[in-house]
């Protein structure tokens, strides 16, 4: 069975590699920033393991994510596994949707308030920032204390 590696970052994915050969398993690295997907094809057998970063804009890999987002949605609708599926990736994309999660499971999270970058109002508390993909920009969240 073929394990499918999806990325953005072929440093990141080095020590998985480097792993993967020494065991003798077989793998397939899928390079998420460019390419063509057939997404009226059914994708190929194997386990798919999704190493997508929301940094990916900081290496030029502007909308990897967004890619990433098709072809998982794509995996999961032909029922392959999928390690660190779609649900992981809205994750890493998103600081308010981190924080909603603890919140969901009762761990303590910073956000208390989100400020749009339309805003010119700058926050009343110290702030975390993250990438607010959608617009292309940061955003803040006040912390609580």
């Given at each position: 069975m073929t394990i499918h590696v999806l990325h953005e970052n072929?440093?990141?994915?080095?020590?998985?590699?480097h792993e993967l050969d020494r065991r003798g398993l077989p793998y397939a690295e899928w390079f998420l920033n460019?390419?063509?997907?057939?997404?009226?094809?059914?994708?190929?057998?194997g386990v798919f393991y999704n190493r997508m970063?929301?940094?990916?804009?900081?290496?030029?890999?502007v909308y990897a994510?967004?890619?990433?987002?098709?072809?998982?949605?794509?995996?999961?609708a032909h029922g392959r596994t999928v390690l660190n599926g779609s649900q992981a990736l809205r994750l890493e994309v998103s600081k308010v949707e981190q924080y909603l999660e603890?919140?969901?499971f009762g761990i303590a999270a910073p956000m208390r308030s989100f400020r749009p970058p339309a805003s010119s109002q700058a926050p009343s508390s110290p702030s975390t920032t993250g990438p607010a993909r959608a617009w292309g920009c940061s955003c803040s969240a006040s912390l609580t204390r």
């Open positions: 072929s440093e990141w994915v080095e020590p998985l590699r460019d390419g063509i997907v057939d997404f009226q094809a059914p994708p190929p057998e970063s929301a940094s990916s804009h900081t290496r030029g890999h994510p967004e890619h990433a987002k098709l072809v998982l949605a794509w995996l999961e603890f919140a969901r």
